[in-house]
């Protein structure tokens, strides 16, 4: 296959996992406090949203590229 059509899988699936999880949690441990021994740690967790617009772009794109890359190589 060629890398086109990779490419194009890979957006396309992207764009289906940010349409079937559009918000998505992360956490983060940072050290607040470091003397000697002693250490204080900070969990902070951050939503983040995916817009939809852009998940569908994505898959939308992704599919015009396999076909472009299907395209192309039964030209050959």
Known sequence: MKSITWLG???ALLGILGLAIPV??????KNVVDLG??????????T???PQAVSAGALVLGVV????????GRES
């Open 48 to 50: 983040h949203v995916v």
């Open 9 to 11: 899988a890979l957006l």
């Open 37 to 46: 021994n002693l250490k204080v740690q900070n969990t902070e967790q951050s």
């Open 24 to 29: 998505f949690t992360t956490s983060q441990t």
């Open 65 to 72: 590229l396999i076909g472009a890359g299907l395209y192309r």
